[in-house]
C-alpha cells in the first residue's frame, strides 16, 4: 500500500465524522435536507439509514455482503490509579457486519465502567447531514472543479461517474470543498464493498451505552471535527483530493488490511499502514492526529483526578505509531497498560 493511498485511508478513519448517515454515501443535496457523506453513522453513530440522496442510492443498489461471524480481538488498554480506572479502547468506524468483537475482555471493561466517552456523539438525522453540508460548502464560492488542474480534473470527473452518482450530483459537487470531495470518493468504494457504519465499533457502543443507561460523553464536537478538514488550506485539501483519486482502485483492499490489523490487535502493523502518509503530510497528521490525541491525553490526565471508571473510545489509529495517545500519555508520567485477554 503505497503512502498516497494511506493518506486517503487514514484521513478517513481518523476522524469519526467522516462516517454517514444512514448506510449510503455523501450526497450533494444543494439544501439541508438529509444529505452529507455516505449515510449511515456519520463520523460515528448511527442514525437511520438515508435512501433518499445521490450517494445513498448508489451504496444501497449493490448487493449484500454475507460475512461469517469471525471473533476479533482488538486492542485495548488501561491507565488507572488509586480511585480511578481508564479503559482505552480503538475502534473501526466502519466495519463489515459478522464480526464478533464487542465480547470477553472489551465487554467485561464495558461493564466495568459508568460512564462512555467517544470522539464524538454524533447528530442523528438530517441535523448531521445539514451540519456537514454548511462545511463542507466553500466559503469562497469559486466552483471546485475550477480550482483543479486539467489532469487533475479530468480524473475527477471521471471518478465521479464511475461511483455511479448521477450527473445532477456530480454538477452538485461543485459548490463543495475539495476535502469532502476526497471523503465522498472514499467512502463510495467501501461502501460498496460492505463496509457499513452501522456495524462500525463507536456504533454497537453507544447503542449498549444507551441501552443500559449510562452516559455517553465526547472528546470533541462534530463541528471541530469538520473544522479539521475544513481548515485546511486549499493547497493541503487538492493534494488530499489528488491522493485519494489516485488511491480509489486500492481503497477497499486497505480498509481489509486495516480491518483486519485491528482484528488481531496488531498495534504495530496498524500504525505504519495508518500513520506513514500522516507522517509526509505534517499538516494532515498535526490537524488529524498529532494535535487531537495531545488533547486526548490532557482529558485523559484531568480525568484520573476524579474517581470511577471510564470506557474511552476512539478511532485505533490514534492508539497506534510514535504520536499515538498513549505515548502522549507518557510524556506525563500515566502508563497505558495493555489489557491481555
Known sequence: MGKIATLSMAALLLAVCARTDGGGAPSAAAEPAPAAVPAPPAPVAAPAPQTDTPGAKVAASAPATAVAARDADPAL???KDGDTKVYLFGTVHLLRPGQTWFDEGVRAAYDRSSEVVLEVVQPEGAAAQATQLRAARAADGKPLRSKLS???????????KASGLPAEAVAQFDQFDPWFAALTLSLLPVLKAGYNPAAGAETVITAAAKGAGKPVGQLETVEQQLGFFDELDQASQIKYLEA???????????LDQLAEAWAEGDTE?????????????????????????ARWAQWIDDRMDRPGTV????GAGHLAGADSVQAMLAKRKLRAERVRY
Open 77 to 79: 488498554w488501561l491507565i
Open 150 to 160: 486539467p489532469a487533475t480534473r479530468a480524473k475527477y470527473e471521471a471518478a465521479m
Open 244 to 254: 485519494t483519486l489516485d488511491s480509489l482502485d486500492e481503497t477497499t483492499q486497505q
Open 269 to 293: 502493523r496498524l500504525g505504519a499502514l495508518m500513520n506513514e502518509a500522516l507522517r509526509a503530510t505534517p499538516e494532515v497528521a498535526k490537524a488529524l492526529l498529532t494535535d487531537r490525541n
Open 311 to 314: 470506557f474511552v473510545a476512539v
